[in-house]
Nanobody, 126 residues
Framework: MAQLAESGGGSVQAGGSLRLSCVAS????????MGWFRQVPGNGREAVAV????????VYYADSVKGRFTISQDTKTTMSMQMNSLKPEDTATYYC???????????????????WGQGTQVTVSS
């Protein structure tokens, strides 16, 4: 069973940068999708960015982070996301997610990802 471990969260001021990383263990597929969701207390989980590997190599971003965040598949089992120009509204717990084919949902649907990390907190102050 796959285990995902996030790192890189923290506290920054608005306009700053952070880099989140995710390492998968017990799971390694050439064809897969990995990405990030985020959640603030009282709200549902929101898709941030997802990258597909091994077939289309497609990348998807939420409109709210386009141009500021960049996701990359660094190795077969590691994925990261560079977050620049951070805003207070980016404050949330960020979760690494992973899935392998056949994909049963759109990239932005949290229900389609069977594997989730424990989450890492990102806090952006104004």
């Amino acid at each position: 069973m796959a285990q995902l471990a996030e790192s890189g969260g923290g506290s920054v001021q608005a306009g700053g940068s952070l880099r989140l990383s995710c390492v998968a263990s017990g799971w390694s597929y050439s064809r897969k999708r990995m990405g990030w969701f985020r959640q603030v207390p009282g709200n549902g989980r929101e898709a941030v960015a997802v990258i597909y590997s091994g077939s289309s190599d497609a990348v998807y971003y939420a409109d709210s982070v386009k141009g500021r965040f960049t996701i990359s598949q660094d190795t077969k089992t590691t994925m990261s996301m560079q977050m620049n120009s951070l805003k207070p509204e980016d404050t949330a717990t960020y979760y690494c997610v992973a899935d392998d084919p056949p994909y049963t949902s759109a990239w932005y649907s949290s229900t389609g990802y069977p594997y989730w990390g424990q989450g890492t907190q990102v806090t952006v102050s104004s």
